[in-house]
């Protein structure tokens, strides 16, 4: 009786998720998706605050184990001192990130929105951001982000209140590039082994380390121009028809706090 | 009534820590999975089908997939995890028998989305997740969830004291 009961519920979830799959295969499950977004939206700001202090939770750990290595006898007082100084090691961090992206603002020539980094794609399966503004601060899809004047991904899906952004390294992405010393063109693609791989360079292109890594502006939404890493190591051999080598990004993608995304 | 609230509380707040919980190199634990996993595993009513779908939906809704892969993948793993451990195991609850079960049932969670999705984009051009995940990255994911196996095995026994709590609550109007 049981597992006849478990069959039907069984049954009627798969077509309900058979119908789901077929909406959104043809385009037409935003609605559900925006709608079922919303109730949680408010418990993802009040987590991102406690995801904040997990990571204050390790790094505190962290600075105590070093710190009993010289001194086995640390007292109460000290690792209030170690907690405080944690604290304001955030602060003083948050702050040079804050300042440096605030640097960049000012020279670019580009309109940029402020954008705080709410989290990540929970599902671990793609390198994704979810950033606290959409359709109300003027946002679209296919909008390049920066942080402190690095390409650090596109926005791939908007709603009213937040958006999602593609990171860089994630092995979707692609970006039209080309070496910013030769003017060579090649595609800048995520990597989950290497970060990202500047690729399909030609054979007589000149690439040197460190050469620095643009944009090139081929397609629409994503400006000529705009830095998006160094060159590291060359993977292509002699014989190889095309070239490919590793890109390094100016920023630490993985704990990205604050960033700007270019609105035209 | 009381079931069904506490259930979504549940389900929202793993979502929630899933999208904020810091990353590994590129990995981090899948707490919806692992209380897929866990309820799977222990419920004997049609209750853990409900949970499994609908914390595969939630993780639809935050990603960069179609809309109801990782509900149906969800589903057909919990439905395969009950049926095996109802039919052909007996034994007590032991880490290494859990270890296991999270780890084929992480595994075959992966085919099935890879499987989905390989259907859904002959209708689309996206690839949310390449062959390079599978080498690249899914044991790390793994290492990571039977981590946290224990402390969402604990999350879900209080879930069930919440709901008998508020069921005799209900009971007694």
């Given at each position: 009786?049981?597992?006849?009961?478990?069959?039907?519920?069984?049954?009627?979830?798969?077509?309900?998720?058979?119908?789901?799959?077929?909406?959104?295969?043809?385009?037409?499950?935003?609605?559900?998706?925006?709608?079922?977004?919303?109730?949680?939206?408010?418990?993802?700001?009040?987590?991102?605050?406690?995801?904040?202090?997990?990571?204050?939770?390790?790094?505190?750990?962290?600075?105590?184990?070093?710190?009993?290595?010289?001194?086995?006898?640390?007292?109460?007082?000290?690792?209030?001192?170690?907690?405080?100084?944690?604290?304001?090691?955030?602060?003083r961090l948050e702050n040079e990130k804050l300042r440096a992206e605030l640097d960049y603002r000012q020279?670019?020539?580009?309109?940029?929105?402020?954008?705080?980094?709410?989290?990540?794609?929970?599902?671990?399966?793609?390198?994704?951001?979810?950033?606290?503004?959409?359709?109300?601060?003027?946002?679209?899809?296919?909008?390049?982000?920066?942080?402190?004047?690095?390409?650090?991904?596109?926005?791939?899906?908007v709603d009213s209140f937040t958006s999602k952004v593609l990171l860089v390294t994630d092995p979707q992405?692609?970006?039209?590039?080309?070496?910013?010393?030769?003017?060579?063109?090649?595609?800048?693609?995520?990597?989950?082994?290497?970060?990202?791989?500047?690729?399909?360079?030609?054979?007589?292109?000149?690439?040197?380390?460190?050469?620095?890594?643009?944009?090139?502006?081929?397609?629409?939404?994503?400006?000529?121009?705009?830095?998006?890493?160094?060159?590291?190591?060359?993977?292509?051999?002699?014989?190889?028809?095309?070239?490919?080598?590793?890109?390094?990004?100016?920023?630490?993608?993985?704990n990205l706090e604050f960033v700007s995304v270019i609105k035209e | 009534m009381a079931k069904v609230v506490?259930?979504?509380?549940?389900?929202?707040?793993?979502?929630?820590?899933?999208?904020?919980?810091?990353?590994?190199?590129?990995?981090?634990?899948?707490?919806?999975?692992?209380?897929?996993?866990?309820?799977?595993?222990?419920?004997?009513?049609?209750?853990?089908?409900?949970?499994?779908?609908?914390?595969?939906?939630?993780?639809?809704?935050?990603?960069?997939?179609?809309?109801?892969?990782?509900?149906?993948?969800?589903?057909?793993?919990?439905?395969?995890?009950?049926?095996?451990?109802?039919?052909?195991?007996?034994?007590?609850?032991?880490?290494?028998?859990?270890?296991?079960?999270?780890?084929?049932?992480?595994?075959?969670?992966?085919?099935?989305?890879?499987?989905?999705?390989?259907?859904?984009?002959?209708?689309?051009?996206?690839?949310?997740?390449?062959?390079?995940?599978?080498?690249?990255?899914?044991?790390?994911?793994?290492?990571?969830?039977?981590?946290?196996?224990?402390?969402?095995?604990?999350?879900?026994?209080?879930?069930?004291?919440?709901?008998?709590?508020?069921?005799?609550?209900?009971?007694?109007?």
């Amino acid at each position: 009786m049981r597992s006849k009961r478990q069959l039907g519920v069984f049954s009627l979830l798969i077509f309900l998720g058979l119908v789901l799959l077929t909406l959104s295969i043809n385009g037409l499950s935003k609605p559900i998706q925006s709608t079922g977004v919303q109730p949680s939206r408010p418990l993802v700001y009040v987590f991102s605050g406690i995801g904040n202090s997990f990571k204050s939770f390790f790094s505190y750990f962290s600075s105590v184990g070093s710190v009993n290595k010289k001194n086995a006898s640390l007292s109460e007082q000290v690792r209030k001192l170690q907690q405080e100084n944690v604290a304001l090691q955030q602060y003083r961090l948050e702050n040079e990130k804050l300042r440096a992206e605030l640097d960049y603002r000012q020279k670019s020539a580009h309109n940029l929105v402020s954008a705080t980094v709410l989290g990540k794609d929970p599902s671990g399966f793609s390198q994704n951001l979810i950033l606290n503004i959409g359709k109300g601060a003027g946002i679209k899809v296919g909008a390049a982000v920066l942080s402190e004047g690095f390409l650090i991904g596109k926005i791939v899906s908007v709603d009213s209140f937040t958006s999602k952004v593609l990171l860089v390294t994630d092995p979707q992405s692609t970006i039209d590039a080309q070496i910013s010393a030769t003017g060579d063109n090649g595609i800048v693609r995520g990597s989950y082994g290497s970060g990202m791989i500047i690729e399909n360079l030609s054979q007589s292109a000149v690439v040197n380390k460190d050469d620095r890594v643009m944009t090139a502006g081929l397609s629409t939404e994503i400006p000529k121009g705009l830095l998006i890493g160094n060159v590291g190591q060359l993977q292509s051999q002699k014989s190889d028809l095309l070239q490919r080598a590793t890109v390094i990004s100016g920023v630490d993608l993985k704990n990205l706090e604050f960033v700007s995304v270019i609105k035209e | 009534m009381a079931k069904v609230v506490i259930y979504a509380i549940t389900v929202i707040l793993l979502l929630a820590l899933s999208i904020v919980f810091p990353k590994v190199g590129a990995s981090a634990p899948s707490f919806l999975f692992l209380l897929t996993v866990v309820y799977a595993f222990r419920k004997d009513d049609s209750d853990y089908l409900w949970l499994a779908f609908f914390s595969g939906l939630a993780l639809d809704l935050y990603s960069n997939t179609f809309l109801g892969i990782f509900a149906l993948a969800f589903l057909i793993t919990a439905l395969i995890i009950n049926y095996t451990t109802r039919t052909f195991f007996s034994s007590d609850l032991s880490f290494g028998y859990i270890g296991v079960i999270v780890t084929l049932a992480y595994l075959l969670v992966v085919g099935l989305v890879y499987i989905l999705n390989s259907m859904a984009i002959r209708f689309d051009t996206t690839l949310p997740i390449s062959g390079e995940y599978l080498t690249t990255k899914i044991w790390l994911d793994i290492f990571l969830n039977l981590i946290f196996v224990a402390p969402i095995y604990l999350l879900s026994l209080l879930t069930d004291r919440l709901i008998n709590y508020y069921s005799k609550d209900e009971g007694s109007f």
